[in-house]
């Protein structure tokens, strides 16, 4: 055989049977790698996220290794209406579909109360002023506490019997106690004892007064 008959491709069958081999083992060669990523990555197999809110961590845990999927905690809020510790909120959703293996990112109830900073209000705000910045910083008030000093002005706030410091942080919804101005600056005798009364007592008449002997 020449090499001129050899390159005919009209007269040399070798040469074209030799193309078809190519062609088949590389067919074969990317249905096999196709097939094997399939496998590899679970192509088309997948399982439903079950719905999670409410639930406790530990249960939460169990019904996502029995599906073929983890799990991690990744946020905290605070609802007060819900028990510390239960999911609040999960992603991927409920209902999606997703690979076995996949990390569901959870959101759960905070284990204990937030603590909050108090608006300074003491000895900068009126009545009213103290009440609208407490009430919306999620607070709830009690009936005023009044206290010489100028009429519906703010002196201080209370928490649990104590007055707050400024900047002092209580837990998130606590009810505090304004002290407000009565709109009299002397003390008044009805907070005072028998004892402090007499001695704050001044005498008015010369009958009452004492003469010192000293003096003279």
């Known amino acids: 055989m020449t090499i001129k008959s050899f390159f005919s491709f009209r007269e040399n069958k070798f040469f074209w049977l030799n193309i078809i081999g190519m062609i088949v083992v590389i067919c074969l ?18 399982v439903e996220v079950p719905d999670l809110k409410n639930m406790s961590v530990a249960e939460a845990g169990s019904l996502l290794k029995n599906s073929g999927l983890s799990y991690a905690v990744v946020d905290s809020d605070y609802v007060k209406t819900i028990s510390p510790g239960k999911i609040l909120d999960q992603n991927p959703g409920r209902g999606l579909r997703v690979k076995k293996g996949r990390i569901v990112y959870l959101t759960i109830n905070s284990l204990s109360i937030p ?24 607070f709830k008030l009690t009936d005023e506490e009044y206290v010489a000093g100028e009429k519906e002005w703010v002196y201080g706030v209370k928490y649990n019997g104590r007055t707050l410091n400024v900047g002092e942080k209580v837990p998130v919804g606590a009810t505090l106690t304004l002290l407000v101005g009565n709109g009299s600056k002397e003390i008044l005798n009805d ?15 010369s009958e009452d007064a004492v003469v010192d002997d000293s003096w003279f």
């Open 29 to 46: 060669l990317i249905y096999g790698i196709l097939l094997g990523l399939d496998k590899y990555t679970q192509h088309g197999i997948s």
């Open 115 to 138: 603590l909050h900073t108090v608006p300074d209000v003491a000895d900068n705000s009126s009545l009213r002023q103290a009440q609208a910045k407490l009430t919306a910083a999620g």
């Open 191 to 205: 907070s005072l004892s028998e004892e402090e009364l007499e001695d704050v007592f001044v005498p008015t008449t």
